[in-house]
């Protein structure tokens, strides 16, 4: 019988298939874990499994239904005590409903405000990469850029800049 620590693996891998971009390896997993999680004990597990399902249709699909219809349901399971996660699934809702009207909506600057307050700075990180995308924001961006230290996540903002990233980035203004 598999045990917490084992889906919590399988969680991560799919997590990492989606970062990466792995989409049709994220779709297999992905459907192993919705039908193993969702009768099992480990209701943050299926919780997260529904959030990734969502990125997968977000991503892979551009599914707004079915990605808000996952965002639904884990909500639904979520318990209060999880701020951390209902401040993700709120997240992917507010960039679902930004994506799907191509502007920002409010909801997305108050997830980012709650991100700070709770240093959860991935999270920062997303609310800024699509308030920058969905503002067309070339400045934003590429100070995401230089100020990222991941390079899958500098590759997607430099897909979003056409390959045009300056060489140097200087922080704050220049001094008098």
Known sequence: TPTYSYYAGQVNLLEAFIHEELYSEGQELCGELLTALQSSPFNLHYGRTLVLAAQLCLFDAKDWAGAMAYLTRAQAISRPVDSVHNLLIAKWMAIVESLESRSVAPSLVGIRAQAVALKQWETVRDC??????????????????????????????????????PMTFTWGEPSA
Not at 138 to 153: E, M, N, Q, W
Request: aromatic share 14%; hydrophobic share 35%.
């Open 128 to 165: 800024d990469f699509y308030l920058a995308d969905l503002n067309d924001d070339r400045k934003a961006l590429i100070k995401l850029y230089f100020g990222t230290p991941h390079p899958s996540f500098r590759q997607r903002i430099g897909r979003r800049l056409g390959g045009e990233i």
